[in-house]
T-cell receptor
Framework: SQQGEEDPQALSIQEGENATMNCSYK?????LQWYRQNSGRGLVHLIL?????REKHSGRLRVTLDTSKKSSSLLITASRAADTASYFC????????????FGTGTRLTVIP | ETGVTQTPRHLVMGMTNKKSLKCEQH?????MYWYKQSAKKPLELMFV???????ENNSVPSRFSPECPNSSHLFLHLHTLQPEDSALYLC?????????????FGEGSRLTVL
């Protein structure tokens, strides 16, 4: 299936440090998205990057996409305790259908 | 508040019960989704509805029965579930277009099957 796979599974950093999470996927995509989930809550969309884009920024977030390696990374700069959450990448399957597939996520803990 | 409301937030049921999960979106979207989230597993896409028509059934057992009476409402009817069906069930909506845009999620319904 097209489900993405995030790496690492868990990440713990000090407040103010940068956090980098990686995502790999299997088949060609139209776009890749990153979502955040606070414990026991719904997912919240962070950023979408299209297959013809290589890098995108939104506030303290920086996303890169390498379609030749079928991988993406999410960088959160100057992390805050409030960034503590699970982060998921999600990909479509390029069929034209609006099916979106998620991985298991990276659990980020930012220590104050 | 994301504009997608799920009820109930928590549900405990026995294996012989029949219950339903409800999802309502106030965003004017035309696509709705059910996902299952179990511990240490990827989110599983269960069902997709576009313009009230089911376009995806990701090999979901028949004890889960979706219903989409209109573009704003989505139900998941549950019948004779198994303990391994205990999970967080997430509803989402989006504006359908070629390829997949941003999904808006509800807060989820935490289901426990005894």
């Amino acid at each position: 299936s097209q489900q993405g796979e995030e790496d690492p599974q868990a990440l713990s950093i000090q407040e103010g440090e940068n956090a980098t999470m990686n995502c790999s996927y299997k088949t060609s995509i139209n776009n890749l998205q990153w979502y955040r989930q606070n414990s026991g809550r719904g997912l919240v969309h962070l950023i979408l990057i299209r297959s013809n884009e290589r890098e995108k920024h939104s506030g303290r977030l920086r996303v890169t996409l390498d379609t030749s390696k079928k991988s993406s990374s999410l960088l959160i700069t100057a992390s805050r305790a409030a960034d503590t959450a699970s982060y998921f990448c999600a990909t479509d399957d390029q069929t034209g259908a609006n099916n979106l597939f998620f991985g298991t996520g990276t659990r980020l803990t930012v220590i104050p | 508040e994301t504009g997608v409301t799920q009820t109930p937030r928590h549900l405990v049921m026995g294996m012989t019960n029949k219950k339903s999960l409800k999802c309502e979106q106030h965003l004017g979207h035309n696509a709705m989704y059910w996902y299952k989230q179990s511990a240490k597993k990827p989110l599983e896409l269960m069902f997709v509805y576009n313009f009230k028509e089911q376009t995806e059934n990701n090999s979901v057992p028949s004890r889960f029965s979706p219903e989409c009476p209109n573009s704003s409402h989505l139900f998941l009817h549950l019948h004779t579930l198994q303990p391994e069906d205990s999970a967080l069930y997430l509803c989402a909506s989006s504006q359908f277009k070629l390829g997949t845009g941003e999904l808006f999620f509800g807060e989820g319904s935490r289901l426990t099957v005894l």
